[in-house]
Each structure stands twice: as structure tokens, then as C-alpha cells.
């Protein structure tokens, strides 16, 4: 019934399409870890957590508790807490926020006196300093006929810490997760058991916390979860070459999948989603940088698709009249691109080589960026179509403050959606950082997470909608609000329309910059 958008093949991805799943999308933070709290506290065996960033100073609070507290109060029920770290060493300012397993964070452990079944490793990045293990999942009670998964953007970090309301907080984010119960659930926790047995690091020093022997290795499942709903989901993954060996299948599955050789089944499926939309395509992600997919996006544009792709805001447009903002645009784009292509030629002349083979496995992306037109010429075109919205959010009653759009989800047609951890870049969708999403087949899911973004960002309710008249609806009401923003009054609601040139010229400059800075000193000398 769902096969207008087919899923990836068995040759490209690790886990099978299941039925028989029950899926809910939540939005933003606080939704989510009051949800998460409340699976919790009810877990009957184990919670797995693989976090790549958390906010540690000052430490992030929940209902009074810090993460640590938090998880090793459950452990003193007796349920068995393990936590996967991504290990990152090299400084890059780009990734902060990380819990390193340090001799620093070891004392740490230490004085908090955790339970015994309170069980971390590290998984590392290696002597690479731009790869990110950068997957963000939740298991509860795996290898259990009720297990939960959940994965999506949301870190515990204090900028989550908001309602849809989003009321003026600086720097918050928007994002969304997504809750999975039934077989595909399964499949979230082999992938943590694949990557917590081979975790890079794992065996040095620093690697396991109390030790080695205590935060051994796991059984892979070998059932899955009961069916309990009516939701198609396959578990998607980008996975790096020569990061994990073992390919030991999936419950009820016979093939060993080649795991040696990396995955980049979300990628397959954005691809096939994209090609295969025929009414509207919803995106909202942190990055919009990915040559391939924004052409095949144009293409849906011009066979009659209507798009819209929300991402963070830049608040430039605010000060400038809309024709001399496309003017300027044009101008720092077009007559000094030359001069900006020129330095940052010289900029790589100073930077390492081609990245190669590490400890953490082999990235086929090399430090030359693949992105040189992306941001002035791919962006724009897309951007300019006319069935085509490029937009960011407002936080409410805040003058005008950006709202960042973390979350990283595709809605297509209103009856399949994927939400997960990729960023829609080279490095999380081409066997570099290590990501998973969900992708679900679902008319009820999708166009429940449609109304309730649409909801959020439009202050409007579109469930009698379809989803070419919600999508309509939004591109008006958001066009509105750019006018009333542009002449200083009080906004309808929080989306406003971006001008493709503006953006993409922005970006371009800052994406100079943030490539700078996301290499240690050493190599710049």
C-alpha cells in the first residue's frame, strides 16, 4: 500500500523493512525527556544510550537531576545502565559539548559513586579531527518483547529545554525524535550492540568505565520485539569503511550484510524518496549542503512537486529592503566569488592531506570540499522556484530572535517520513560520521507529525488538510509574515520566508570560516 516510495534494498542496508511497528514523533526537548522519564522509570531491564554531545558545564538538568543522576538512579533498581560516549581529542572548536573519557571525567565518574551496573564505553573518532560518531538513539528494555527505540536531534543539552511554545530563550533549538515500538526497535538495539562491542578505544586505558571486564561485550538479539501497531519502518544508518567488522544479521534475517564496508543506507533512501515524491516534500534540517540531493530536489520542482525546506535563520534580512538584500546578495556572490574561490584555494593549499585511513575506519570524503557552487548557484536556483519555499523560524514575542532548526526529518506525500541524526552533508550521509535514522511508511504517522509542526510553526490548524493545501497554506502565512517582519510589526506566527541568495551567500562566506576552525592549530602552520 506504501510502495510509491520503496524502501533500500538488502545490498545497502543493514536491517530489513518490519511492520507491525507503533510510531509517534516528539517535538522538541521537553517533550521528549518528559517522555523519556516516563519509559524510564518504567523500564523492567536495561537502558542503552548512545550520546554524542551533552551539555556538561554547567552540567544539564532535568526535573532537578543531571543525566548521571538521573541514570544511576534508575541503575539502582537493579536495570542495567549502559552509556556509549563518542570520544572526540583533537580540539575542533565545531565540536564541543563531549564527554571525552578523560583522566579528568574518570575522577569524576568516580566521585559520583555510581552502581555497579552503570556501564560506559567510548567509541572514538581516532586522529580524526573532523569525523563525528554522531548518532543519538535511546533503547529501553532491549532484547525484549516490548522494547522502545527512540532517535532523532535531541541531546540532553539546556537549549532543548523547550516547549513547542518556544517561549524567548537565547539560543534555543526546535527538533524532533521519534519513538519506535515493535520489531524495528530491535534492529536499534544490534546496531548498539555492534558498535558497543567494537567500539574504537574501548580496550585502552581510558575506554571503559569501571573497567574492561565489567563493560563487557553483548549477545546480539536474537528475536525481535513483539508486533504492536501498524507502522512499515526500516532503521537506517550511515557507517564509516573499516569501522566495524562483525555483520552478524538482524533477528530473522540470514544475510550477513558487509558492515566492513561501510553503510550509507540513509542517503539510498533520500534518493529514492525524493525521486518518487509526487505532491510535496517537507524538510527541516541543520545543514542544506548536498549537491546531489538539492539537484534531485529541483527536479521534483520541476515535474510539479511543491517543497519546502526549513532551516536555521539568519536574522541579515530584518535591516534590508527585500530588493537591496538580493542585490548585495548578488553582488558579494557573483562579482567577488572569484576572489572568496581564490582564498579559500589558498586556504586548503595550507590544510592537511586527503584524509585517510584511521583508527576509527576510512572516510572516502577528503578534506577538499565538494561543495564549491552549492551555496551560490544550487541553493539559489532551488530557493527561486516557484513552487519552492526556503524558510527559518521566529521565536515568539522575541523581536525577531532565530529560532535554530536542529531537527532533521523529510515528510513526502504525507504517508512516509525519516527522522534521525543526519544532516544533509557529505560527511553524515557518505560513510564518514556515524548516524541512524528511522524511516517510516505510515499515512497516520506522517500527517501527524505534519499537523503538528505546521501547528507549531503557523499558529494553524491543518488536519482537515491535505497536504498540498497545508503545504499552500504555510507558503502564504509565512510570506505574510516576512512582509510584517520586514515593516517592524507584531508576527502571525513563527515561519518566514529566506531569500535563496542571501542565505546561500552567507553561508558560503561562513562555511569558510567554520572549515578553518574546524582544524587543529598544527595543521594550519
Same mark, same amino acid.
Given at each position: ?26 517535538? #522538541?526537548?521537553?517533550?521528549?525527556? /518528559? ?33 548521571? =543522576? ?34 579528568? #571525567? ?14 560506559? /564505553? ?61 520489531? +524495528? ?100 534540517? =541543520? ?81 577538499? +570540499? ?30 525577531? =530572535? ?64 491535505? #497536504? ?58
Amino acid at each position: 500500500d506504501y510502495m510509491n516510495i520503496s524502501a533500500v534494498g538488502e545490498n545497502e542496508c543493514t536491517y530489513p523493512v518490519r511492520d507491525g511497528n507503533s510510531v509517534v514523533s516528539l517535538i #522538541d526537548g521537553i517533550e521528549t525527556f /518528559r517522555r523519556l522519564r516516563e519509559i524510564t522509570e518504567t523500564a523492567t531491564h536495561n537502558i542503552w544510550v548512545v550520546i554524542s554531545f551533552i551539555h556538561l558545564k554547567p552540567h544539564w538538568e532535568f526535573e532537578g537531576e543531571t543525566f548521571f =543522576q538521573w541514570m544511576n538512579r534508575i541503575a539502582k533498581r537493579g536495570i542495567e545502565v549502559r552509556v556509549l560516549f563518542w570520544r572526540h581529542l583533537h580540539g575542533n572548536p565545531l565540536f564541543i559539548n563531549t564527554f571525552k573519557g578523560s583522566q579528568e #571525567d574518570f575522577d569524576f565518574l568516580q566521585a559520583l559513586d555510581l552502581e555497579p551496573n552503570f556501564l560506559i /564505553r567510548w567509541d572514538s573518532s581516532g586522529p580524526d579531527a573532523r569525523h563525528s560518531h554522531h548518532e543519538k538513539t535511546w533503547i529501553i528494555d532491549a532484547d525484549t518483547d516490548h522494547t522502545i527505540a527512540l532517535t532523532g536531534g535531541i541531546i540532553p543539552g539546556h537549549s532543548w529545554m523547550v516547549t513547542s511554545e518556544h517561549e524567548p530563550l537565547h539560543g534555543q533549538k526546535h527538533d524532533v525524535n521519534v519513538e519506535i515500538r515493535g520489531p +524495528s526497535a530491535t534492529d536499534v538495539s544490534h546496531s548498539f550492540i555492534q558498535r558497543w562491542n567494537e567500539a574504537c578505544d574501548y580496550t585502552n586505558p581510558y575506554g571503559a568505565y569501571p573497567s574492561l571486564n565489567e563493560a563487557g561485550m553483548l549477545p546480539f538479539p536474537e528475536r525481535c520485539a513483539s508486533p504492536i501497531g501498524r507502522d512499515r519502518v526500516q532503521i537506517q544508518r550511515t557507517i564509516r569503511k573499516h569501522a566495524y567488522r562483525d555483520g552478524t544479521p538482524a533477528p530473522n534475517q540470514t544475510r550477513h550484510f558487509d558492515i566492513w564496508n561501510g553503510e550509507a543506507s540513509i542517503l539510498a533512501q533520500y534518493e529514492i524518496a525524493i525521486k518518487s515524491a509526487k505532491r510535496s516534500i517537507y524538510i527541516e534540517n =541543520q545543514h542544506i549542503a548536498h549537491p546531489h540531493l538539492l539537484q534531485l530536489i529541483i527536479e521534483a520542482l520541476d515535474r510539479g512537486v511543491m517543497v519546502t525546506y526549513m532551516v536555521p535563520g539568519f536574522r541579515f534580512e530584518q535591516y534590508l529592503n527585500p530588493t537591496l538584500a538580493t542585490i548585495a546578495a548578488h553582488t558579494i556572490g557573483k562579482s567577488f566569488g572569484s576572489m572568496v574561490r581564490y582564498l579559500d584555494g589558498w586556504f586548503r593549499w595550507m590544510s592537511p592531506p586527503p584524509r585517510h585511513q584511521t583508527l576509527c575506519g576510512e572516510s572516502p570524503i577528503s578534506s577538499e +570540499s565538494q561543495y564549491a557552487n552549492v551555496f551560490l548557484e544550487i541553493l539559489p536556483k532551488m530557493a527561486s522556484h516557484p513552487r519552492c519555499f526556503l524558510g527559518g523560524l521566529i521565536v515568539p514575542d522575541s523581536h525577531y =530572535q532565530s529560532l535554530y532548526i536542529h531537527s532533521k526529518i523529510m515528510i513526502v506525500d504525507d504517508e512516509w517520513f525519516t527522522c534521525g541524526s543526519a544532516n544533509l552533508v557529505d560527511l553524515s550521509l557518505e560513510r564518514d560520521h556515524t548516524e541512524l535514522n528511522a524511516s517510516v511508511w505510515s499515512r497516520d504517522a506522517a500527517k501527524s507529525l505534519r499537523v503538528r509542526l505546521y501547528s507549531e510553526h503557523l499558529a494553524a490548524d491543518t488536519q482537515g488538510m491535505d #497536504d498540498l493545501e497545508a503545504m499552500k497554506l504555510f507558503h502564504s502565512r509565512a510570506d505574510a509574515n516576512q512582509k510584517l517582519m520586514l515593516e517592524g510589526k507584531q508576527l502571525d506566527c513563527m515561519a518566514h520566508r529566506m531569500d535563496g541568495d542571501v542565505y546561500g551567500t552567507v553561508l558560503f562566506i561562513l562555511s569558510l570560516v567554520l572549515e578553518r576552525r574546524s582544524l587543529p592549530r598544527s595543521a594550519l602552520k
